[in-house]
């Protein structure tokens, strides 16, 4: 099940089951949308991206959904593995008025991956 | 791939004393690198845009003269915590862009401050 942490909310599933991990983003005007994989001590890894005019990217194992009409982004994980588990973050990225790009990270997701 | 490369991975210094964080694009040249924290359990935020030859973007809130960003070369982008205290105790990672949306990040560094 999915609980909120102090800081984390945590989504829990047993191996081989499939994941599902939301994110809402804040800025309309954002173009492009990346997901990140973080294992504890290390830097984001990138798993997954997609851009503004479409709703719907396939990676191996991973599909990422986009509904620009509610800000909404998800991740879907299939047949979950142990490797899977870590802390998953979206991030969106958007070009201010002058001309800067930067990436935004949302709050983060840790999944744990029960065998 | 495009590999950025963060030093060093971890360092404890005494309050007071100042931290040189570095990092450099190995295999590619990166005008724009991206400097970041992240505390326990939060997730990164963007504390500055470093800019290769220009002084760098500092996110609201984010001191710039306590955070000093040098990006003097289109490999290498530095970030100094000056006189560290126990608050700046955190996870910082660096990231380059490689294209137009292209980001690669840095492995991080641990930073605490006694």
């Known amino acids: 099940g999915e609980s909120v942490g102090l800081h984390l909310p945590t989504l829990s599933v047993q191996e081989g089951d499939n994941s599902i991990i939301n994110c809402a983003y804040s800025?309309?005007?954002?173009?492009?949308f990346i997901w990140y994989k973080q294992e504890s001590g290390k830097g984001p890894q990138f798993i997954i991206d997609?851009?503004?005019?479409?709703d719907k990217r396939q990676g191996q194992r991973v599909t990422v959904l986009l509904n620009k009409t509610v800000k909404h982004l998800s991740l879907q994980i299939a047949a979950t593995q142990p490797g899977d588990s870590a802390v998953y973050f979206c991030?969106?990225?958007?070009?201010?008025?002058?001309?800067?790009?930067?990436?935004?990270f949302g709050s983060g997701t840790r999944l744990q991956v029960q065998p | 791939g495009a590999v950025v490369s963060q030093h060093p991975s971890w360092v404890i210094c005494k309050s007071g004393t100042s931290v040189k964080i570095e990092c450099r694009s190995l295999d590619f040249q990166a005008t724009t690198m991206f400097w970041y924290r992240q505390f326990p359990k939060q997730s990164l935020m963007l504390m500055a845009t470093s800019n290769e030859g220009s002084k760098a973007t500092y996110e609201q809130g984010v001191e710039k003269d306590k955070f000093l960003i040098n990006h003097a070369s289109l490999t290498l982008s530095t970030l100094t915590v000056t006189s560290a205290h126990p608050e700046d105790s955190s996870f910082y990672i660096c990231?380059?862009?490689?294209?137009?949306?292209?980001?690669?990040f840095g492995s991080g560094t641990r930073l605490t401050v006694v």
């Open positions: 997609i851009r503004s005019n479409m």
């Open positions: 990231s380059a862009r490689t294209g137009a949306d292209g980001y690669t």
């Open positions: 800025n309309s005007a954002s173009d492009y």
């Open positions: 991030a969106e990225n958007i070009e201010e008025d002058t001309g800067r790009r930067a990436l935004t």
